[in-house]
């Protein structure tokens, strides 16, 4: 299975973007989802994830209420919606397949439980 992660790139502060991950020689189908983030000398953080077909989703803290993961079952595409962005939000975004769950937890997952990962899209918050 091959993700493509895209729609990143520079926004002001207090701006939106919208990234998107499609799934190729593979399907998302029953899989949950997740994106994760890693800036500049940190480790890969969990960001959101959402259940298969849809019904659920988890946060972290942090962007809680600015953003939102969605699903095309359809498209076989996922969705992460960024709004009020801010400097501390500049990472490479990175979405991944549930190594064998539809479901998510209710604390934030470990990268450990993904298996198949998108090449990342750059998302750069400027000041």
């Known amino acids: 299975v091959q993700l493509q992660a895209s729609g990143g790139g520079l926004v002001q502060a207090g701006g939106s973007l919208r990234l998107s991950c499609a799934a190729s020689g593979g399907s998302f189908s029953h899989f949950a989802v997740g994106w994760f983030r890693q800036a500049p000398g940190k480790e890969r953080e969990f960001v959101a994830a959402?259940?298969?077909?849809?019904?659920?989703?988890l946060y972290t803290d942090s962007v809680k209420g600015r953003f939102t993961v969605s699903r095309d079952n359809v498209k076989d595409t996922v969705f992460l919606q960024m709004y009020s962005l801010r400097p501390e939000d500049t990472a490479v975004y990175y979405c991944?397949?549930?190594?064998?769950?539809?479901?998510?937890?209710?604390?934030?997952?470990?990268?450990?439980?993904?298996?198949?990962w998108g090449q990342g899209t750059l998302v750069t918050v400027s000041s």
């Open positions: 991944a397949r549930h190594r064998f769950s539809s479901a998510i937890g209710r604390s934030p997952p470990s990268p450990l439980e993904y298996d198949y």
């Open positions: 959402i259940s298969w077909p849809g019904t659920k989703s």
